[in-house]
């Protein structure tokens, strides 16, 4: 498959993303991350922007490979698991839902 120079930008862009929200957060006990309404907010917002990012990149491919547009968000990842560009696991779900989707993922961070 042929990565484009988009996806290649996307990719730098995610990574970047990745390492910045990583340098943030490195030395946050989990106790002042719930407590911070800012750490919780900057986090979520590199999440979001991180997933944004991801479904870029998956409907991307999806046109690439000529297996037309995804109607959803959640359709792009799914394609993208049927095409095999992705493993068939469940981390992906609910990585396509709205902001509110990120709650129950802080404690995970």
């Known amino acids: 498959m042929k990565i484009d120079g988009v996806i290649q930008r996307k990719l730098a862009l995610l990574d970047d993303q990745v390492m910045r929200l990583r340098l943030h957060m490195q030395g ?3 106790d002042r991350f719930e407590q911070d ?3 919780r907010s900057m986090a979520e917002r590199a999440l979001q922007v991180a997933i944004e990012i991801l479904i870029d990149v998956a409907e ?3 046109c690439i490979c000529g297996a ?3 109607a959803t968000a959640a359709d ?3 394609k ?3 095409l ?3 493993p068939a696991e469940d981390r992906y779900k609910g990585l396509s839902g709205t902001a509110t989707s990120l709650l129950p ?5």
């Open 60 to 62: 991307r491919l999806i």
């Open 37 to 39: 309404w800012v750490l």
């Open 76 to 78: 792009a990842i799914a």
């Open 68 to 70: 037309g547009p995804a």
């Open 28 to 30: 946050i006990s989990l």
């Open 84 to 86: 095999g560009i992705l």
């Open 80 to 82: 993208c698991v049927q």
């Open 105 to 109: 993922m802080n404690t995970n961070i």
